[in-house]
């Protein structure tokens, strides 16, 4: 029961456009979403949080939308630069925060100079 | 802030022998994490620590697999017996405490291979 989905396995984006990562969830205990990013042979690193009582957080170029009723939220990063080709894994926990996140399997992004 | 440490960064093992690995968290983080990952998965929690206090374990952590953290501080993870299914790339985190103000950061895993 995949309760955190990342439908698109890989995405290609032209510097300087806008990339955007999108993950639907289907828990609706779901109070806390996050994106991380992983460059081969490294753990994940934390981009941006949102919690559930915002639709929108903003940090850079990085902006997570939540759409609640939907159970959807997106990744928006613009302008692309190609340090951001990595794997995108969005999270999500249940709790007042960070306890036991549930991943998605993860979008490949490939930034073309 | 040197990061999460994990060690070591490859173990390959035969079926049926047992292995251990260490995650040294973020100093000043009171709470430390253990996910594993397969290729082409997202990572999977497995349990975590509020200092020493195991509070909380994923089904998936089978009899065979035990964590500690015996001082709060560092933490170690051992599989007993180990199958080839548990070839996987395991993965410590740690944060200061629950919050939204406290993303957990990851170590660079150790990456098991059951032969």
């Known amino acids: 029961d995949q309760q955190v989905k990342q439908n698109s396995p890989s995405l290609s984006v032209q510097e300087g456009r806008i990339s955007i990562l999108n993950c639907d969830y289907t828990?609706?205990?779901?109070?806390?979403f996050l994106w991380y990013k992983k460059y081969p042979a490294e753990g994940p690193t934390f981009l941006i949080s949102i919690s559930s009582i915002k639709d929108k957080n903003e940090d850079g170029r990085f902006t997570v939308f939540l759409n609640k009723s939907a159970k959807h939220l997106s990744l928006h990063i613009v302008p692309s630069q190609p340090g951001d080709s990595a794997v995108y894994f969005c999270a999500a926990s249940g709790g007042f925060g960070n306890e036991k996140l549930t991943f998605g399997t993860g979008t490949r992004l490939t930034i073309i100079p | 802030d040197t990061g999460v440490s994990q060690d070591p960064r490859h173990k390959i093992t035969k079926r049926g022998q047992n292995v251990t690995f260490r995650c040294d968290p973020i100093s000043e983080h009171n709470r430390l994490y253990w996910y594993r990952q397969t290729l082409g998965q997202g990572p999977e929690f497995l349990t975590y620590f509020q200092n020493e206090a195991q509070l909380e374990k994923s089904r998936l952590l089978s009899d065979r697999f035990s964590a500690e953290r015996p001082k709060g501080s560092f933490s170690t993870l051992e599989i007993q017996r180990t199958e080839q299914g548990d070839s996987a790339m395991y993965l410590c985190?740690?944060?200061?405490?629950?919050?939204?103000?406290?993303?957990?950061?990851f170590g660079n895993g150790t990456r098991l291979t059951v032969t």
């Open positions: 985190a740690s944060s200061l405490m629950s919050g939204l103000d406290s993303p957990l950061h």
């Open positions: 828990n609706s205990m779901f109070d806390y």
